[in-house]
């Protein structure tokens, strides 16, 4: 038996092959990024989601059994789903560039910081939605906004 599970691409998405079981979860369409756009989203994802990853996890504090909190869990889906609908049609070409900048670039999002201004500020301008680093000091830059981040 194999250890992982293999997805496939459909239609420029990831999809998972074994869906669960409609006793135990009803359809729900999968979001269908890889770990480059969700990791250059996921700030914009916590300001913009936050009302329902929050009741998610107030519900996951009430229960271990998973299918408790479905319905909380479907509900961060389709508000994940809708913000990158919304990013596709407003910052795509700054979302890519960023993205794909953090592909190439491991992760590090230190190494992607002028991609990463560009698109904050599409986002920021057509969508509202302003980046904050959880538990930055009050008074302090957040690293983001600095100019010389590093220190040589």
């Not at 504090?61 to 049609?89: F, N, Q």
């Not at 500020?121 to 680093?133: M, P």
């Not at 930055?136 to 590093?150: N, R, S």
Request: glycine share 4%.
């Amino acid at each position: 038996m194999t250890t992982h599970r293999e997805g496939i691409f459909v239609k420029g998405l990831w999809v998972e092959k074994d869906p669960l079981p409609s006793e135990i979860a009803p359809p729900v369409a999968e979001v269908g990024i890889t770990s480059a756009p969700m990791e250059s989203m996921a700030f914009h994802f916590a300001s913009y989601c936050a009302p329902y990853s929050d009741d998610f996890m107030r519900c996951k504090d009430e229960s271990r059994d998973p299918r408790h909190c479905l319905a909380e869990g479907r509900k961060v889906t389709r508000c994940a789903m809708d913000l990158i609908r919304r990013l596709k049609d407003n910052c795509d070409k700054e979302w890519e560039k960023h993205w794909q900048c953090l592909d190439k670039k491991n992760h590090h999002y230190w190494e992607c910081r002028k991609e990463e201004t560009v698109f904050n500020d599409c986002v920021f301008k057509n969508l509202g939605i302003t980046k904050v680093i959880p538990e930055t000091p009050a008074g302090q830059t957040p690293i983001h906004l600095k100019e010389k981040p590093l220190f040589k």
